[in-house]
T-cell receptor, first 112, second 111 residues
Framework: DAKTTQPNSMESNEEEPVHLPCNHS???????IHWYRQLPSQGPEYVIH???SNVNNRMASLAIAEDRKSSTLILHRATLRDAAVYYC?????????????FGGGTRLMVKP | DTEVTQTPKHLVMGMTNKKSLKCEQH?????MYWYKQKAKKPPELMFV???????INESVPSRFSPECPNSSLLNLHLHALQPEDSALYLC??????????FGSGTRLTVV
């Protein structure tokens, strides 16, 4: 599976936008970019995913570089409840096992 | 129902005990998973069930025994565990290429 690289941790102020980067220089053409987050004492939860175009949903936006070798998860207004570990994961649509393999993730701390 | 329910939430067991973790979903998902997560580490895949059949075993020791009695239920039977097996055990389900839905996990302590 293609690997992703994320900063270990980031800090943000409440009510400010947050840009969480992810590098995936070995991404293949059939890899979707997925983001999950894990709040303290909870299981991971799906945030957003995309293939080539930028994506928006109620939780976040996903900006994908034109060469697809990097992406950025954007939280438009961070709240204290957004403090979590954010995982950027590549999933191959041709993978019959359809597994989700987690990397190290970025621990986001939100300051009031 | 859009949840994955795991029971119990907490479990303490001795090294000679036999216990089971349970996972249930009613979303019609045909793939179900067990993950293990140690403190401050990302989740690690243990087993994958697809259409109620074991499709992937990530070289997990035999003291962990998964079972999928039907399309809604997934069990993880535990026997003769070691203290280093203490961790958060997460169950998840998915359908095709859609996102995974995770349960809140069972926090297991082996004494």
């Amino acid at each position: 599976d293609a690997k992703t690289t994320q900063p270990n941790s980031m800090e943000s102020n409440e009510e400010e936008p947050v840009h969480l980067p992810c590098n995936h220089s070995t991404i293949s053409g059939t890899d979707y970019i997925h983001w999950y987050r894990q709040l303290p004492s909870q299981g991971p939860e799906y945030v957003i995913h995309g293939l080539t175009s930028n994506v928006n949903n109620r939780m976040a936006s996903l900006a994908i570089a034109e060469d697809r070798k990097s992406s950025t998860l954007i939280l438009h207004r961070a709240t204290l409840r957004d403090a979590a570990v954010y995982y950027c994961i590549l999933r191959d649509v041709q993978n019959a096992g359809n597994m989700l393999t987690f990397g190290g993730g970025t621990r986001l701390m939100v300051k009031p | 129902d859009t949840e994955v329910t795991q029971t119990p939430k907490h479990l303490v067991m001795g090294m000679t005990n036999k216990k089971s973790l349970k996972c249930e979903q009613h979303m019609g998902h045909r793939a179900m998973y067990w993950y293990k997560q140690k403190a401050k580490k990302p989740p690690e895949l243990m087993f994958v069930y697809s259409y109620e059949k074991l499709s992937i075993n990530e070289s997990v020791p035999s003291r962990f025994s998964p079972e999928c009695p039907n399309s809604s239920l997934l069990n993880l039977h535990l026997h003769a565990l070691q203290p280093e097996d203490s961790a958060l055990y997460l169950c998840a389900s998915s359908q095709a290429n859609y996102g995974y839905t995770f349960g809140s996990g069972t926090r297991l302590t082996v004494v």
